[in-house]
């Protein structure tokens, strides 16, 4: 046998090939449910705002691991936040409004942590807050859909205190399962987020418990609080965000346990914020506060290990 | 997993006697030997050559018949640690020392039986290699009530314990009666993966024609990474959790891999000293074969047998994909615990950090969080790694295997462990 050279490798010397890559743009194109309603109700000028969210998330990415002298990878991660943003923006809103957002996503939320594994709280839902507080008007400019071509006529979401809906109740939930409704771009249309929700799941990409979770305490707060709970539900940003948003791994506690205490917490927060609190909307501050507690969460809520409670009753 | 068994239909085959063996002093987790021959002494195949006073030991034989030619020293990727070994030029003879007279089990003590498996070198042959006799005297009061035969043979690639229950299956039953008589459990199982119905099969009916219908009991299980391991194999068959850190006789049971059976087989019926074992040969090279292979040959002649490496395969691995290492010294021979010889190319992946998707949590039997004990370790915390019980960690690498940010969780895990030990030895 010719003589050659052999590496050698820490093992195990197999590998699933699930990269965070491949991940990342499954992630991406269970996406694509949303964003196709969001330009088919909101128009091209949706799609704009999609194309500059991303491009600028993008780009900011990799400027800022230029700067840091860090390799860049494509890992696709930037392309999410980039499209979640768009997602949970108004349609009108102005596109350098949105590439400051997207910088602030990526620079400050994500970057300034030390990048993907590091950040506190969702890129995309920090740069959202962080437009609110800057761009308070245009973030809360909400226009009815229009489709491609026809002009935008001002509205209401359904969640504002001054959304009048005439017509039957079977009408509003059809209109909210389906996105021919004011809101954000992205979470118009409860039914295709479900299809993308559901595309995650069955791709074992997202765990069942956030989503879960957290859309079940809404449900059932919203029920002890005399409230219309189909409306609670398809009404907002709260498939979108607890389908897409809660569960970014980053920000989410990685035990069983501590998911499902994270979603009953942003479900409480969002009721509460919904109906006490000042904004028409909670489900983006109550992920950014749920993201907050969550080195909390991990730091206390543990598995078992095998074999564990054996050793303290042979010892006790 | 894929489990790449490309070796499961091919009969085993002896391969020819090597010029010359390297029988390396230290093949067992216990002490090492203290060789009992020196240069140009002539040797005999299965002539002890290396022993030690120490009961957690298995002594080491020549394997074939010839001459002392060198002392050298081999070094054991796992370890790191050179190893004094023994090189015997072959005469190409293989005349064999004069064997202990076969016995009967029913004849002889369970102290002899003991002292048998002991003098046969037999040690832990699913890799472990942990001192056979030692498994086998539970100390005072530790009441064995459970014996697990352990076929699964979990690994992707090997196929040698499947091709020993295939065609040893008589050797491997009697082996198991033998283990009855000296533990005397109340039950018996024999635990074998659904991927080897053929072995399941053959067993079941060696079962019946050998009249241990009343007394060993088939468990079917299901195909799945890490279920060959001791812990996982109790916790499923039996439902008990063996205590962090300690062993499978703290819950009364003890588990034997199959070709360790047969080994006792061998050396109670036949009086054999464990020389040899059956090595898979797999991966890249150009005809896997399950071989019966002399300790202590040369990994280079194995594969040569096989045909060669196939294509650009880069490295050699001994022991199966998910906990074998790699061994790129080719001139480094069989050892009581090598199990499998996997050429395959190298898959060098950049670590990425760690996302926190929690795959690991779920791919980990022992239910720890590897990611956390991973990060611990990389940033010396490794007192954290203590609190978070890496003890109960045995390396399976199903977390590693399934992390999308390719962090080698394990070897991370590895040297935490290894640092802990240093630490409790300078105490």
Redesign the interface.
């Known amino acids: 046998m010719p003589e050659r050279e052999f590496l050698i490798s820490p093992g195990p010397h197999l590998w699933r090939g699930q990269s965070v890559s491949k991940i990342m743009y499954i992630v991406v194109l269970a996406l694509m449910f949303p964003t196709a309603a969001g330009v088919y109700f909101f128009g091209y000028y949706a799609l704009s705002v999609v194309a500059v969210s991303v491009a600028a998330t993008v780009l900011t990415e990799y400027a800022v691991k230029k700067l840091r002298k860090r390799a860049f990878v494509m890992d696709g991660s930037a392309v999410v936040t980039g499209l979640l943003l768009a997602l949970i923006l108004p349609p009108t809103i102005p596109l350098w409004m949105v590439a400051v957002g997207s910088v602030f996503s990526i620079a400050i939320v994500k970057e300034a942590f030390g990048g993907l594994g590091h950040n506190i709280f969702n890129p995309a839902l920090g740069g959202r807050a962080f437009m609110t507080a800057c761009f308070a008007v245009k973030m809360t400019a909400w226009v009815s859909p229009t489709g491609f071509g026809a002009d935008a006529i001002t509205t209401a979401t359904p969640l504002s205190s001054s959304f009048i809906w005439e017509g039957d109740k079977i009408s509003l939930y059809r209109d909210l399962l389906l996105g021919n409704i004011g809101g954000s771009i992205g979470e118009t249309s409860a039914l295709l987020i479900l299809i993308g929700g559901i595309l995650l799941l069955a791709l074992g990409i997202i765990s069942w418990r956030i989503p879960v979770a957290y859309i079940g305490t809404v449900a059932l707060l919203t029920l002890a609080l005399r409230q219309d709970v189909i409306f609670h539900i398809l009404a907002g940003g709260l498939m979108l965000g607890a389908f897409f948003m809660a569960t970014d791994y980053v920000t989410s506690p990685i035990t069983a346990r501590g998911k499902i205490i994270f979603g009953i917490g942003a479900g409480i927060l969002t009721v509460i914020i919904r109906r006490f609190g000042g904004l028409p909307e909670g489900v983006c501050y109550s992920i950014l506060f749920m993201n907050a507690i969550t080195p909390l969460i991990d730091r206390y809520v543990r598995v078992r290990p095998y074999g564990l409670a054996k050793k303290v009753k042979s010892e006790g | 997993?894929?489990e790449s068994k490309l070796t499961a239909r091919s009969p085993i085959e002896p391969i020819p006697l090597p010029e010359k063996v390297i029988i390396p002093l230290h093949q067992n987790i216990g002490a090492p030997c203290e060789t009992m021959v020196k240069r140009g002494d002539k040797v005999l195949t299965a002539q002890k050559i290396g022993d030690s006073e120490r009961f957690v030991n298995a002594p080491v034989h020549a394997t074939v018949s010839g001459e002392i030619s060198a002392t050298t020293m081999v070094v054991n990727?796992p370890t790191g640690q050179p190893v004094a070994a023994l090189v015997i030029t072959s005469d190409g003879a293989d005349r064999w020392v004069e064997l202990e007279a076969p016995g009967e089990p029913e004849a002889l003590s369970v102290k002899e039986i003991l002292g048998r498996i002991r003098e046969a070198g037999i040690v832990g042959l699913g890799g472990a290699t942990f001192p056979t006799h030692v498994k086998l005297s539970p100390p005072e009061g530790k009441k064995i009530d459970t014996v697990i035969l352990n076929g699964c043979e979990c690994e992707?690639y090997i196929t040698s314990d499947h091709r020993v229950m295939l065609e040893y299956g008589e050797k491997v039953l009697s082996g198991l009666n033998i283990i009855r008589k000296v533990l005397s459990p109340d039950t018996i199982y024999i635990a074998i993966e659904d991927n080897k119905p053929d072995a399941i099969d053959h067993l079941e009916k060696l079962i019946v024609a050998m009249g241990f219908k009343e007394d060993f009991k088939i468990i079917p299980l299901k195909s799945k990474y890490p279920m060959g391991a001791e812990?996982t194999l109790i916790?499923t068959i039996l439902d008990r959790?063996?205590?962090?850190?300690?062993l499978p006789l703290?819950?009364g049971v003890v588990v034997h891999n199959v070709s360790t059976v047969k080994a006792i087989h061998d050396a109670i019926f036949e009086g054999k000293p464990f020389v040899e074992r059956v090595v898979t040969v797999t991966g890249a090279v150009k005809n896997p074969k399950n071989l019966l292979v002399r300790l202590g040959t040369p990994l280079?002649s194995l594969?040569?047998y096989c045909g060669?490496?196939d294509g650009k395969a880069?490295?050699?691995?001994l022991g199966g994909?998910?906990?074998?290492?790699?061994?790129?010294?080719?001139d480094f021979p069989v050892t009581k615990g090598t199990s499998c010889v996997?050429v395959?190319e190298?898959?060098?992946?950049r670590e990425?950090?760690?996302?926190?998707?929690?795959?690991c949590?779920e791919a980990c039997?022992?239910?720890?969080?590897p990611?956390t004990l991973a990060k611990y370790a990389k940033a010396g915390r490794y007192d954290d790694c203590k609190e978070a019980?890496i003890d109960?960690c045995f390396e399976c690498?199903a977390c590693?295997?399934?992390c999308?940010?390719?962090i080698?969780i394990?070897?991370y895990i590895k040297v935490a462990k290894s640092e802990l030990i240093k630490r409790a030895a300078n105490k």
Do not use: F, W
């Not at chain 2, 959790?241 to 300690?246: A, C, D, F, L």
């Not at chain 2, 994909?321 to 080719?330: C, H």
């Not at chain 2, 039997?365 to 969080?369: A, F, N």
């Open positions: 997993m894929p990727p992707p812990k916790g959790e063996v205590p962090i850190g300690g703290d819950v280079k594969i040569e060669g490496i880069s490295e050699v691995i994909p998910m906990m074998g290492i790699s061994q790129p010294d080719l996997l395959k190298s898959t060098l992946i990425q950090d760690c996302i926190s998707c929690g795959r949590l039997p022992m239910h720890l969080i990611t019980y109960d690498g590693a295997y399934t999308p940010a390719n080698p394990v070897q």
